[in-house]
């Protein structure tokens, strides 16, 4: 869920010369960017949840503004809103958001929900926070073919199965460590919106596993331990499709 090069900007992309719009087009255009500036509040509330120990909450409003963030490109793209509004970055706008939705809330939740052990529990969220700031503004962190390239800093997922799955402390430090080693790691992680090779897989199963997530975090504090585990095979296929489809240019011909 990370976006270095948002749908927005995508959208934006499409017919990017500029017109001369009408006040109508104007209005459409502009309302784009309210819809995508409207996720900053759902990230504030997270935030207000994430100091009152809120867990469930707090994710639930970042998960509303995932959704946002999945819709605004296709409205962008409808309404042609970089031609219409060529003077206002809806992408940076975008990423901007996308950054605290990301990471910033998911790693002070994980700092505040005392999942690591405390000594280093402030070091990790900077931690998570450098790393993915990296991320977000290499060049081709999203690849000219639609993969994000290093783990796509998808904290916010990180945070709901740490608090889901009970691991205690220094499994947990081991598990974020490893992610943020994975940002520097140039494996072409599956863009599920955008990478069209098994795509008929693809989407099955990311519908399915949204599905179960939800319910993981409704059931929060106490999820059924077997949703959570069987939820996570979809990250074993994801990660595995991933590693196969970096390496299959590599790969001998058959």
């Not at 209005?27 to 996720?39: D, E, I, N």
């Amino acid at each position: 869920m990370n976006k270095p090069t948002s749908d927005h900007q995508e959208g934006a992309s499409v017919s990017a010369q500029p017109i001369e719009p009408s006040k109508s087009q104007r209005a459409s255009a502009w309302s784009v960017h309210v819809l995508t500036a409207s996720g900053v509040f759902c990230c504030l509330l997270a935030l207000d949840a994430t100091y009152a120990s809120e867990w469930r909450t707090a994710l639930a409003w970042l998960l509303l503004a995932v959704i946002i963030d999945a819709v605004d490109g296709t409205f962008a793209r409808y309404f042609r809103v970089k031609a219409v509004l060529p003077n206002f970055d809806g992408a940076l706008l975008d990423n901007l958001i996308d950054f605290i939705n990301y990471v910033i809330v998911p790693a002070l939740i994980i700092h505040r929900a005392q999942l690591v052990p405390a000594k280093c529990s402030f070091a990790i969220a900077c931690a998570i926070c450098l790393a993915s700031a990296y991320q977000f503004c290499q060049s081709d962190a999203k690849t000219a073919d639609n993969y994000f390239k290093g783990f796509p800093s998808y904290w916010n997922v990180t945070a709901l199965y740490l608090l889901s799955a009970g691991f205690d402390r220094i499994a947990n430090l081991i598990i974020i460590a490893a992610l943020i080693a994975m940002v520097f790691v140039p494996i072409k992680y599956i863009y599920v919106t955008r990478t069209k090779e098994y795509q008929t897989i693809t989407w099955p199963l990311t519908i399915s596993w949204s599905v179960l997530a939800i319910i993981i975090l409704w059931q929060l504090p106490n999820p059924n331990p077997w949703l959570v585990g069987i939820s996570s095979l979809y990250f074993v296929y994801y990660f595995l499709m991933s590693l196969y489809l970096t390496i299959r240019p590599r790969l001998p011909a058959t």
